[in-house]
């Protein structure tokens, strides 16, 4: 029977993993590797390679200076009640409970130009929806909870003692925070950071959305397969999905090795 199940868990991952990325890279290189160098050097896909890069590094750096503020709130505000702490735990799953589709059309609604906030940052020169910014607070949704939930459980598993103590002899917020907090929680953010990098490449349906997939204007690579897959450009899809999937892949081995180092150390 154990042999059975083991068996079934190969074939699982055989069909839902390592059969389509080798179906993807048998696409990627079906017009040799000329095909797949001219598919990742054409304009739109340059373009889309950098309109992602931009987007990763500045949802990165959002998520872990908010995600950092946010699980610090909910594990150590005393002064805010169990129902708002309820609240916005909630709030934080929220977009592992809604479709990144439906999450990129709120966004739309709430900020795009039809709406009274979209028209108020339009009047002062700033555009949201269908623009970059737009793309960045849809990301952001998407991986927002990344971090939080990277951090909460290590917070509450080193207890608020030492921060109390560093306090009571005199130590000040941010002094309590670099010198006590942050070496506790460092590699949970490590964790936070190459989980949003890899999720952030590959959102696709928040984004679609927002940015109205405008090529060399706001398509990302992930928005420039569907175009590609669309138009039945097979080798162009599968060398920019082969791309970003190498890329995640290489994160995740990353993480992994953090992990095995921090129990080294």
Do not use: C
């Not at 290189?29 to 987007?55: I, K, N």
């Not at 934080?92 to 479709?99: E, G, I, Q, R, T």
């Not at 204007?217 to 992930?222: G, L, R, S, V």
């Amino acid at each position: 029977m154990r042999k059975l199940w083991i068996g079934l868990t190969y074939l699982v991952f055989f069909l839902l993993i390592a059969a389509p990325l080798g179906k993807m890279t048998i696409g990627a290189f079906s017009e040799g590797f000329g095909g797949f160098w001219d598919a990742l050097t054409r304009p739109e896909a340059l373009h889309a390679l950098m309109m992602t890069g931009f987007v990763v590094v500045v949802v990165t750096l959002l998520n872990t200076l908010f995600g950092i503020m946010m699980a610090l709130y909910l594990v150590r505000a005393s002064w805010l009640g169990s129902r708002v702490k309820g609240l916005l735990n909630s709030i934080v799953d929220l977009p592992y409970a809604v479709s990144p589709v439906i999450g990129g059309l709120m966004i739309v609604l709430l900020l795009g130009p039809d709406s009274a906030l979209g028209a108020v940052f339009e009047q002062i020169g700033v555009k949201i929806v269908y623009a970059f910014p737009g793309m960045v607070i849809a990301t952001l949704f998407v991986t927002f909870p990344l971090m939080v939930r990277e951090i909460m459980p290590v917070l509450q598993e080193i207890g608020s003692q030492q921060e109390e103590a560093a306090s009571t002899l005199g130590a000040y917020g941010w002094t309590t925070f670099w010198k006590v907090t942050w070496p506790s929680i460092r590699w949970a953010v490590i964790y936070g950071v190459i989980l949003t990098v890899a999720r952030s490449l590959g959102e696709f349906g928040a984004v679609l959305v927002v940015s109205g997939n405008i090529m060399n204007k706001t398509q990302t690579a992930t928005t420039l397969v569907y175009q590609d897959v669309e138009n039945f450009n097979v080798t162009a899809a599968g060398g920019i999905a082969l791309v970003l999937a190498a890329f995640s892949a290489g994160l995740l081995l990353l993480m992994e090795w953090s992990k095995r180092r921090k129990e080294v150390h």
